[in-house]
């Protein structure tokens, strides 16, 4: 039965069915909020200790950019799934992390809740950190 065979919302041409579009929208939700925080803060990051912004396409860049992430995911993860999942591996892929972030804001109610907790807790560490010299910049006044 197809009483209604369009949607504004929903191209006619896409074949897949509703729980996998709906699969798509939370994943596509998830990583613009974590692209979001984590671009801001990397940006807070470097000003904090006075370096430049980062640029696109600087591969250097990018390595930072997917430590921070990786970082945070696994702070996150600990948030949302204690005994949920099993342990990561040393180096976890961030395919991988966010794939368990969708599973998790599917199954937590409160899942963007606790996203906005963990989000304010890391940055706040993360800032304070980046705002303490380091030891040669104390030492040498750099």
Known sequence: MKWFATSLRRDPDDPRGLLERIDAQVRERVEEALDFFLLDLLVQLRRAQGRR??????????REFEGLAREFLLALEAECGPGASPTPPAAPDLGALVGRQVGYAKALP??????????????????????????LRRLFGR
């Open 110 to 135: 409160d899942y963007w809740q606790r996203l906005d907790r963990v989000k304010e807790r890391f940055r706040a560490a993360r800032l304070e950190a980046a705002g303490r010299p380091s030891l």
């Open 53 to 62: 912004a980062p640029v696109e396409g600087n591969s250097r860049d990018h």
